[in-house]
Structures are given as structure tokens and as C-alpha cells.
């Protein structure tokens, strides 16, 4: 299926055909497809790199429209779109204790980095993207730490604890905009994390948005907002970390933490992992026998 590319500049100019929203529709169809999960605003950024819309507020309010129709006209999947800003509180609860074992040889994790010669982190700017990395942070068992802006001193501190408890090198891993505060929140919290975890091995680095990011990706960039203090120090124009590629935060995600696993304490682990799962399916195989001769 093609596809045709509007040019931007008159996107803004004329009153979209019903031929050309359709266009647009199978547009952000594909790139959704192709990028899943990721968030409205990864997908205006990508429509917005692909020439298909302008980049303005009007033009970002028109994707989320039509990604709110498609998703409830059955176009576009739910799923492929993540929110990670609303979220739910509730006790996990089960049916009987047989139901909870029985879940819990599937959910069953040996921790994987209790026996690796390093600890890793990977700490977000937006919480808006934590549905984007979780994927790779959650398969590699890897704390995804969501600062939204400026940490406040009690996730810090207890962030810090956890560095101090591990007691091996520990290499943090960050995600943020390249604007006045995007450059200056990394080098508060590491700041604040080597206060508070004196003596600490920590390894702390921007992975994204880079200035060479910017150039091999060729990101659009906002202007710089004259209200933030920090903008004196700041030059250019600011790139938001959702401009780039969700497959490319994922990539980079992955290879930040790949690079500190053994492959042979992981294929030691695995072995343990499994043989501890099985036991937990002996357990519920034998409860549910002993179960069905209750009241014979």
C-alpha cells in the first residue's frame, strides 16, 4: 500500500481531501506498525521527520485526533500505543493459594544480576516513554528509573541506597531532551547520587538525545524556551528525546545493558532458573493431587 507525501509547508496552507486524510491515515498506520509501542507524541515527531504534517501545535493536536478515532474504530490497534503517565494502584490478589502458585511458575525471576560483575540502570527523563524502554529494561530485568524532571531528594536517596547495597560498579544509563534543563538534570542527579553513595563506583552517561544523534537523525528541533534560567548557558535550538526513533531507543537501550552480562554466568543462571521453576510446578502438581482427595 503507498502512500502519498504532502509536502509540509502546504499541509498547513489547504483543507485536507478526504483522498489525502486517508493518505495520511495509512501513513500513520505504517509507522505505528512499524515502531510499536509508542507514544502520540514519538508518532507526530516521525510523521513531522517524514514531511507528512508541519510541525506545530495544530498539527500535533490533528495526530491525536486521528489516533483516537482509528484506536476505537478498530484501525489501529490499542496496544500500540503507550501511555505510561496514568497508572493504577492495587494489592495483588488471588483465587487460592493453588492459583498463586500456578501464576507464579510463569512470573518466577531469579535475579540476573546478583551474580554479574556489574549493576545497570537506565534513568528517564519522561515517564511518557517508560511504555517504550520497559522493553528492553524488563527483558534484561534492568531498573527503569522515571525522574520526571528533576528527581525529588527521597527517590535520589533511595536511589542511592540501592547503589550503596549492591557494593559492585554500577553504570546508570540516561534519557532526556536536549534543551536547558534535559543537559543540566543528568548532572544534578549524579550529583546527588555520589553525595549520597560516597565511595560508590558509578558510572554515569547521556545516551540520548546526543548532538550527534540530532545530525545522524536529522531531529526536529523546537526553540528554546527564553523561560528556563538555564537558557543563557544553553545554545540553539532544543531536541525532545521522543523526536528519536522508538526502535532506536530500544537499540540503544539494549546494547547500554548488554555489554555488562557474562554470557556464561547468564547460561548459569538460566539453568538455575529453570530447574527452580520446575520445582515450583512439582509444588502446585502435587497440591492440586492432594486437592482432588479431599473429602474421599
Known sequence: MTSTVYPASSLKRIRRTKAALIDLKESLFKIVAENKPMTVRQLFYQMVSRQLIDKTEKQYDTVGRLATQMRRSGELPYSWLADSTRWMRKPNSHGSLEGFLTEQQTLYRRDLWQDQDAYVEVWLEKDA??????EATQYWDVPLMVCRGYASLSFLHSAA????DVNKPTFLYYFGDCDPSG???PRAVETALREMAPGADITF???AVTDQQIIDFNLPTRPTKNTD???KNFEGESVEVDALPPRELIRICRNCIEQHID?????RHTIVENAERQTLTTIVGNMTRGNSHVGD
Open 161 to 164: 541506597g540501592k547503589i550503596r
Open 205 to 207: 552517561e547521556v545516551v
Open 229 to 231: 534560567s538555564r537558557s
Open 183 to 185: 543537559r543540566d538534570i
Open 263 to 267: 554470557d556464561d554466568v547468564l547460561a
Open 129 to 134: 516513554l517508560a511504555g517504550v524502554l520497559v
